[in-house]
């Protein structure tokens, strides 16, 4: 599916959203002035080397923490605190590991009061769609540091959630099981059609993931550019990341970053 | 120092947790490991056992046999008189990851427990906020994961286990990894639960500072997977702080560490052993 076959309705708005952070009396401003707007259906990444505060943008659209200024609104409402129509899926797997495969799925639906029966089928489509068919009853602690990311995303997913928001997912994997779940992603995304805001410091992977990346600048974070990632979809395994268009864009990002120092630049490109 | 193991339990106090010849086998790239070996070991009521062993000595491996994670291969594990056949709400076992829910506070996530257990209950709130002033972390309860340090985290993690009362904690190397400071702290509220929950505590580690601090045995594993020597710690209490200080104190501590030591090098063969002082 095409992005542009998606709805043209808005559905995230950040507006004008800054973070200051008091320590010892003093105030450090980590977010300045954040406009941002995400359609139904797009999948936007944000990236920026560390301390860009593209994480804090991330925490406070899922309402773990508060903004000083600005706000929030989804789906035409003011965001306060978390809830399950967002869904997150950070680096930390953050699985219950006394719980099997299934039960760790099935988490927010027992909490809503979904009889066993119901939230057992819930969890196994969700499953599937990850790709994850026939692992339910295995224990955590058994499967893939590639595989639990799997399934924090098909817990997500078993919400139902309006947006799905990733912090850096696939940032502790090897490289190979990165490129597996970057394809996997992509299929999640296609398959349910969710809108997705996923935070990155890996170029390539904002490149090959997105329909548009928010570049952001540091101290204070604020957005520098956002650029609109037009390479042709589906992207899937066959697609070179050597390709001209590929280079062109990374190019293009790299560029926006001449002015900052060696050791401000961890962007992994 | 050494004690045998003659299936009468410790010090007097009545056995809860029995292994007799538990073995693992697992299948890995078409080959056998023997991760755990005819391992015979009793566990007393309210006893804080510690293992250590070197790396791929089968440690971890035979906290989830007791947690029921795991199926031995041969061999039997009983928990007062009932057979473990699979994770029970007995035995808590908290992990080496954090094991929090990121959209939920700290106190959310400690009422978690409760709420798997026994659904929403009025008396939740009151039950977790207890626990969360056991482990230090009344200042944060409505904080969520995102806005918690390392040691903050395992500590919530540590009291959404306590709080559903298990009497049996197993712990893989619930501290490792952090720094020294939030360690003793650790350490010393560990001891003080210890003490005032009465549960029967199985610590794995690979630090033998930790493991004297904190055990009444210590159970040395090898890399064949067996446990090859349990020490006894008649160290007196409290030990840590002015206590731990003392001379007398001092010197049986740096005895008792390095038996271990040495039985933990014996333990790994003649490969370099991977344990720091």
Redesign the interface.
């Known amino acids: 599916m095409e992005s542009n076959d998606r709805g043209q309705k808005t559905l995230l708005e950040l507006r004008d959203v800054s973070k200051v952070f008091k320590k010892d009396g003093r105030d450090f401003p980590v977010l300045k002035g954040i406009n941002l707007s995400i359609r139904e259906g797009e999948f936007v990444s944000i990236l920026g080397p560390t301390g860009c505060g593209k994480?804090v943008t991330l925490?406070i659209v899922?309402?773990?923490?508060d903004q000083t200024t600005g706000s929030v609104v989804l789906d035409g409402k003011e965001e306060h605190g978390?809830?399950?129509h967002?869904g997150?899926v950070?680096q930390?797997?953050?699985?219950?590991?006394?719980r099997s495969v299934v039960e760790n799925v099935e988490?927010g639906l027992?909490?809503k009061g979904l009889g066993k029966k119901e939230r057992r089928k819930i969890a196994r489509e969700q499953l599937a769609t990850v790709g994850l068919e026939g692992t339910e009853n295995q224990?955590v602690?058994e499967i893939s540091v590639g595989m639990r990311q799997r399934v924090a995303i098909a817990r997500a997913l078993a919400n139902h959630p309006k947006i799905l928001l990733m912090d850096e997912p696939f940032e502790a994997l090897d490289a190979l099981t990165k490129e597996e779940m970057q394809i996997q992603i992509l299929n999640v995304w296609e398959k349910t059609g969710t809108t997705i805001l996923f935070v990155t410091h890996d170029v390539d992977e904002a490149i090959f993931l997105s329909d548009r990346i928010c570049v952001m600048d540091i101290n204070p974070g604020r957005v520098k550019k956002m650029l609109v990632d037009q390479l042709p979809r589906p992207r899937h395994e066959c697609m070179s990341r050597t390709d001209k268009e590929f280079n062109d864009m990374r190019d293009e990002i790299i560029a926006l970053y001449s002015s900052l120092k060696d050791e401000e630049l961890d962007l992994i490109i | 120092m050494d004690q045998t193991i003659d299936g009468t339990g410790f010090c007097g106090k009545k056995t809860l947790i029995s292994l007799k010849g538990i073995s693992k086998k697992y299948l890995k790239n078409g080959r056998d490991i023997v991760a755990v070996k005819d391992c015979d070991l009793d566990i007393g009521e309210n006893e804080f056992m510690v293992i250590v062993g070197p790396t791929g000595s089968g440690k971890s491996t035979l906290l989830k046999l007791i947690g029921g994670f795991e199926t031995p291969t041969t061999g039997a594990i009983t928990v007062g008189d009932s057979p473990v056949k699979g994770p029970g709400s007995d035995r808590g076992m908290i992990f080496q990851e954090y094991a929090l829910l990121p959209w939920r506070s700290v106190l959310q996530n400690v009422e978690l427990g409760l709420e798997f257990q026994y659904g929403k209950r009025a008396e939740n709130k009151a039950l977790a906020m207890e626990y969360i002033d056991m482990v230090g972390l009344s200042a944060a309860v409505n904080k969520h994961p995102v806005e918690l340090s390392g040691g903050m985290k395992r500590r919530a993690s540590l009291a959404m286990i306590l709080v559903t009362k298990p009497k049996i904690l197993l712990m893989d190397g619930p501290f490792n990894a952090l720094d020294s400071k939030t360690k003793l702290t650790l350490h010393t509220e560990i001891t003080r639960i210890w003490k005032h929950e009465h549960n029967t505590i199985i610590f794995v580690t690979s630090e033998l500072d930790e493991a004297v601090k904190l055990s009444e045995r210590i159970a040395v594993m090898n890399r064949d997977g067996r446990i090859s020597k349990i020490f006894t710690n008649d160290l007196p209490r409290p030990r840590f702080g002015k206590a731990a200080l003392e001379p007398q104190f001092h010197h049986r501590f740096i005895e008792l560490r390095e038996e271990v030591m040495n039985e933990v090098k014996a333990a790994a063969g003649k490969t370099v052993c991977d344990y720091g002082l």
């Open positions: 994480s925490q899922a309402g773990l923490i978390p809830g399950p967002k997150m950070f930390e797997y953050a699985l219950l590991p006394w988490i027992e909490l224990e602690h």
